[in-house]
């Protein structure tokens, strides 16, 4: 990737770095800094994360929070895609489920 900031971004980034990082992330087409922290403040205060294979036949996994909440995300071409969320109890992962990529 060959990105360079503007001067004006790092400025920003020297001087006033959440400026910096609010504008790095736009000119990157990076969603703003704003929403980056909530998406930190939900996976932080998460006490465990499952990974669990969707059981639709299709291909696909969920991220599991707390054993409360549910995102996934099903292949789309050569890449995964997010599909929605889902609230409810939930069974534990398997810890073991990247030991193969080894």
Do not use: C
């Amino acid at each position: 990737m060959d990105f360079k900031p503007t001067l004006l971004t790092r400025f920003l980034l020297r001087f006033t770095p959440a400026w910096g990082l609010n504008r790095l992330a736009m000119e990157m087409g990076f969603p703003p800094v704003d929403f980056l922290r909530h998406l930190h403040r939900i996976f932080s205060s998460a006490e465990r994360v499952d990974i669990l294979p969707v059981e639709s036949g299709l291909r696909g996994f969920q991220l599991v929070l707390d054993g409360l909440f549910s995102l996934y995300f099903y292949q789309d071409g050569d890449h995964f895609a997010y599909d929605g969320f889902e609230i409810g109890e939930y069974e534990k992962g398997n810890v073991a489920i990247f030991d193969r990529f080894r």
